[in-house]
């Protein structure tokens, strides 16, 4: 059991659990750095030093960060937090409605983004110069502000929500690549400005003819110099889907083809929403399936729908049993419960991989966790593994 538990110690200090930084920044935890913005919510916050944006590769930012005895909501992206830093992919929790001006800015290796499910507005530069080649955008997002995608001259797809009511200034402008919009919006966007400075003969797919018609008499839409107008009628290409491991975390699904695709979880909900050509699934405790739907927006094509496995991560050595004691360590409903003599005693709860959740004396004996999981809980010289349901 020493074994085990120096290993876990071991990792918490390799993958940084939380630190309350000294910097302009409040937390920093698994290498991403967070501002308080309220008694339970965080907001991502940029990684400057000496004038760099430290932040690089793929980024799966959390739903929740745990630090100092709080179990914070990761709510907002700060503006510029990722600009000009060298990510070349990012998945969004939903947690997150808000994501701040230029947040992606000039992060010149950027392809692949999946925005969150409540966003409501496309801020100022949020993607401009970035790499990204086909994006969509969730139902209840309303408006794409100023030059948003401005100088993506990767960008291929667009797929507009329902709920888009009106298009920036510049929000497109000079995205070259630009040749495929699918807009489920049954009246045309309000464009301000001039929102495809630069581009050429973009394919606009629409519903029917009737909203077909309303894009075609629209003094902007209707500018036969730059857009026409098709009726969807389904996906073009067939879709494909590869998943393989990666590292302890992640089951990665490679998708692309430039479609757009709905993934739901095991209980019939709508996860996410994605044109990225990579999507990553966690693996938990226990195997779990997802559904996997390509779409248009206004086309879920269900024949073609895909079934993707996460599988549960490998067995855990069992913990050896601990000398009799009084102490009870219980999990249910999300709440891990300890009961009995924990006088002077410290609380330490991991999970499998190591990272640490909870650090505190142990006064608190109801303490809250995302459940689904696997903890390993260790109260003064007690150790207990349990499944949290």
């Given at each position: 059991m020493r074994k085990i538990l120096s290993d876990i110690l071991l990792l918490t200090v390799l993958i940084t659990g939380c630190a309350l930084n000294g910097n302009s920044q409040d937390i920093e935890a698994n290498g991403i750095f967070y501002n308080i913005i309220n008694d339970t919510q965080v907001e991502v916050a940029p990684a400057f030093y000496n004038g760099v944006n430290h932040y690089e590769g793929c980024i799966i930012l959390p739903e929740r960060v745990y630090c100092d005895g709080v179990n914070y909501e990761v709510a907002a992206i700060a503006p510029r937090a990722f600009w000009q830093s060298d990510i070349t992919q990012i998945q969004i929790p939903n947690s997150i409605t808000r994501i701040g001006d230029a947040a992606f800015a000039d992060a010149e290796s950027l392809t692949d983004i999946t925005l969150p499910l409540g966003l409501t507005a496309v801020s100022r530069y949020m993607l401009a110069g970035t790499a990204v080649s086909n994006v969509v955008l969730p139902e209840g997002v309303t408006v794409i502000n100023h030059s948003a995608f401005e100088d993506c001259s990767n960008l291929r797809t667009v797929f507009l929500p329902a709920s888009l009511r009106s298009i920036g200034d510049r929000a497109f402008a000079y995205c070259f690549g630009l040749n495929e919009i699918y807009s489920d919006a049954a009246n045309p966007p309000r464009l301000t400005g001039f929102p495809f400075e630069g581009c050429t003969d973009i394919s606009v797919m629409l519903t029917d003819e009737l909203t077909a018609n309303r894009y075609q008499d629209d003094i902007n839409w209707g500018d036969d110099d730059l857009f026409?107008?098709?009726?969807?009628?389904?996906?073009?290409?067939?879709?494909?889907?590869?998943?393989?491991?990666?590292?302890?975390?992640w089951t990665a699904l490679t998708l692309g083809n430039h479609l757009a695709y709905k993934i739901y979880g095991p209980d019939g909900y709508l996860m996410a929403i994605t044109a990225a050509d990579r999507y990553y699934l966690p693996i938990g405790a226990l195997s779990t399936e997802y559904l996997v739907v390509p779409t248009t927006l206004m086309y879920d094509d269900e024949d073609l729908q895909m079934v993707a496995t996460s599988s549960a991560p490998a067995a855990i050595e069992e913990v050896e049993k601990e000398p009799a004691s009084d102490l009870t360590i219980t999990g249910v409903d999300g709440t891990i419960h300890i009961s009995g003599d924990t006088h002077g005693k410290w609380t330490f709860i991991y999970d499998v991989y190591g990272n640490l959740w909870y650090e505190r004396p142990a006064v608190n004996n109801n303490i809250s966790l995302p459940g689904q999981r696997i903890y390993i809980v260790k109260v003064g010289d007690i150790v207990r593994k349990l499944f949290l349901n």
């Open positions: 026409s107008m098709w009726i969807d009628e389904g996906l073009a290409v067939v879709p494909t889907m590869q998943q393989e491991i990666v590292g302890d975390y």
